[in-house]
């Protein structure tokens, strides 16, 4: 448009193929410009990629003086077309550099302005360079119609480049911030139930921390761990697992309100934060949360529901800093999954000190397993026909002796190994090694393996026992299992499934602890159990009170029935063990018959037929007397069991 403001005084024509070859070179050199500074080889290269715009702006501009056809004189002056040059090099170079590395507002438009002057000074400059002196008898015949047609064309051709660029900038800048928000929520939420996750979490709770302290508030932090759900993971599949976690977190998302803040901060845990003004609140929202995760839910054909245990801490009187709230807030979960009656737990010192001691000897449990410092103990199970007994087996009792507390009940570890996800490698320990030592005895005796509920419960169970009766070499046949009820009556269904495949491989099962607590006559017509163990307990009982005998035959009759072997557990005294005679109970087990006694890692015990002396039919003070063939080739022997 300034081109067409210059007046010549002369005919003037337009050549369009160079107009046109102006327009292309301008636009192959500023894209190869902005291809040049994009590559960052240097931090010179935005400058170096400016110059070479000025150049192209440079050729553009004389390209296009070349299509300006007069008829008159032409002269150019050199020294203004390389300043004219120079000019658009130099302050092109400046534009790409400042608005290439602006760090603020003042760099852009100073990157602006440069560019302005680059292409204002080549223009100016370059035309300078241009002389036309008119020839004699020649008028000017410009059509100042077609000059201002032109002159709008460009504008409007200028016009649309510009709002182009123009809306492209807005373009880039709202995907920009759509990218960027969209950035930030994946980072901040979890991917599979949208819940925020544990880094927001933790900024919510560090948010809500600073507010209490400046407003004089007070607020909560929830732990949540669900109940059920590695149950659904192993009976249904993981991705049933993923459909249970979204259908909670569209719930939770449903019936939260402005102040209250849930995540979703590990596989089955969740998080809730609570501003509170009264402590009621804090109970009813831990309520409705609680009610909230154990509604039933259908998950593909099956209804299924999870429930959940939470364990509360307040601030400020349970912590000091928010990490420690939220810690304490697990410690309560912790307490109230594991060993509290109650779905919901309130952080407290002792509470504290509780689960602490649990996870110390968790820790310590792992370090026994690792360095190998359990043992396993055997017990004799004997038949119970006169006039001597023989040993049918032997019970593998797991012993950890602990360096600082001394000897550790199994009734204390092995729930604490089951709560931190130690019982699969414990149970694994303990086959390995009942069976190979079963595998070194003299006599091929049966043992028996104590199995946890949770251990049982894992469908690779069956593999496992596979693969330790393939490593060892002990006979299946020679393997049998102890269940209790509590091991099958809560998944009768995957229960029965997994003993099927067990008995497979020729591993007998046996019901253990029967006639403690509830039974019921289903439960050994359904599952193909090989021996009925009848807890010590009920062996107590029989000798002093009616009903129990009763019942006691009962059982014998009706495992004789069914073709299972009843085994007595608990005989201590020679009086049960002629009541069981007289009652055709075929086996027994207990300090009668023998303490448990430890095995070597290579050598077990080499069982030996025991007879049973009585002097008069009176109980005498000892029932056996020293044995002097060992048990084992290390030592090992039955003991003396005086009555006490």
């Not at 995760?293 to 209804?303: A, C, D, Q, R």
């Not at 509360?312 to 009187?317: E, G, L, M, S, T």
């Not at 190979?436 to 006599?443: F, I, L």
Request: proline residues 5%; glycine residues 8%.
């Amino acid at each position: 448009m300034a081109m067409l403001a210059f007046e010549p005084q002369v005919p003037v024509v337009f050549d369009p193929i160079l107009t046109v070859l102006s327009l292309v070179v301008a636009m192959l050199g500023l894209f190869a410009s902005l291809l040049i500074s994009g590559t960052k080889t240097s931090r010179i290269a935005p400058a170096i990629s400016g110059a070479f715009c000025g150049l192209s702006f440079a050729a553009m501009h004389y390209t296009g003086m070349f299509a300006y056809r007069v008829v008159g004189l032409v002269e150019w002056r050199f020294e203004y077309i390389v300043s004219s040059v120079l000019v658009a090099a130099v302050f092109s170079a400046l534009a790409f550099g400042l608005l290439w590395y602006s760090r603020r507002a003042s760099y852009f438009w100073g990157g602006v302005a440069a560019m302005v002057i680059a292409i204002v000074g080549l223009h100016f400059t370059g035309m300078t360079a241009f002389r036309v002196t008119p020839m004699a008898g020649v008028v000017p015949n410009l059509d100042p119609q077609a000059v201002t047609a032109l002159a709008l064309g460009i504008a409007v051709v200028a016009f649309i480049v510009v709002g182009t660029g123009f809306a492209s900038y807005l373009i880039d800048t709202r995907v920009r911030a759509d990218t960027k928000a969209q950035f930030y929520h994946m980072a901040a939420h979890d991917p599979l139930t949208g819940l925020p996750n544990r880094s927001s979490c933790l900024d919510y709770l560090d948010q809500v921390h600073v507010q209490s302290i400046r407003a004089k508030t007070r607020f909560s932090v929830i732990a949540i761990d669900l109940d059920r759900f590695k149950e659904v993971n192993d009976t249904l599949g993981h991705a049933a697992g993923d459909e249970v976690l979204k259908t909670l977190a569209h719930r939770l998302k449903q019936t939260l309100r402005d102040d209250e803040f849930v995540a979703r901060i590990g596989g089955d845990e969740f998080a809730a934060i609570l501003p509170y003004a009264d402590h009621d609140e804090v109970h009813q929202f831990a309520h409705r949360l609680c009610s909230l995760f154990s509604l039933p839910m259908k998950i593909g054909t099956v209804n299924t529901s999870v429930g959940a245990s939470l364990g509360i801490a307040v601030w400020p009187d349970d912590a000091s800093i928010p990490e420690e709230l939220l810690e304490n807030a697990d410690l309560a979960m912790y307490h109230a999954k594991h060993t509290s009656p109650e779905s919901i737990c309130f952080y407290d010192a002792e509470i504290a000190l509780e689960v602490r001691e649990r996870r110390q000897m968790a820790d310590a449990l792992k370090t026994a397993l690792e360095e190998n410092e359990l043992e396993l103990y055997y017990q004799v199970q004997m038949t119970l026909e006169k006039p001597s007994g023989t040993i049918n087996g032997c019970e593998a009792l797991l012993r950890w002796t602990h360096p600082r507390l001394g000897v550790v009940s199994p009734a204390v570890f092995v729930p604490v190994a089951e709560q931190n996800g130690l019982i699969g490698p414990l149970g694994e320990w303990v086959f390995r090694r009942a069976c190979a030592d079963a595998a070194a005895w003299d006599t091929p005796h049966r043992v028996a393996v104590n199995v946890s509920p949770v251990q049982f419960m894992d469908g690779n169970l069956p593999r496992l026992l596979h693969e330790v009766l393939l490593d060892t070499g002990l006979a299946p046949e020679r393997l049998e299992l102890e269940l209790t009820e509590a091991a099958i009556i809560h998944n009768p269904t995957r229960s029965l499934q997994i003993m099927r495949q067990i008995k497979l491989l020729g591993i007998g099962v046996a019901l253990d602890h029967f006639g403690s607590g509830f039974f019921s006559l289903e439960t050994l017509q359904t599952f193909p159990f090989d021996r009925i163990k009848l807890d010590k307990a009920f062996v107590d009982r029989i000798g002093h009170d009616r009903q129990s005998k009763a019942i006691f035959r009962a059982v014998l009759t009706l495992g004789e029935s069914l073709g299972i072997p009843v085994l007595a557990e608990g005989i201590e005294t020679t009086d049960q063990m002629e009541l069981l005679r007289r009652e055709n109970c075929t086996e027994g087990q207990g300090y009668l018959f023998g303490h448990p006694l430890p095995c070597s890692d290579a050598e077990g015990p080499q069982t030996q037929n025991l007879k049973v002396a009585h002097a008069g039919g009176r109980e005498p003070s000892s029932l056996l007397s020293p044995v002097a063939e060992r048990l084992g080739k290390q030592g090992i022997s039955l003991v003396d069991v005086s009555r006490k």
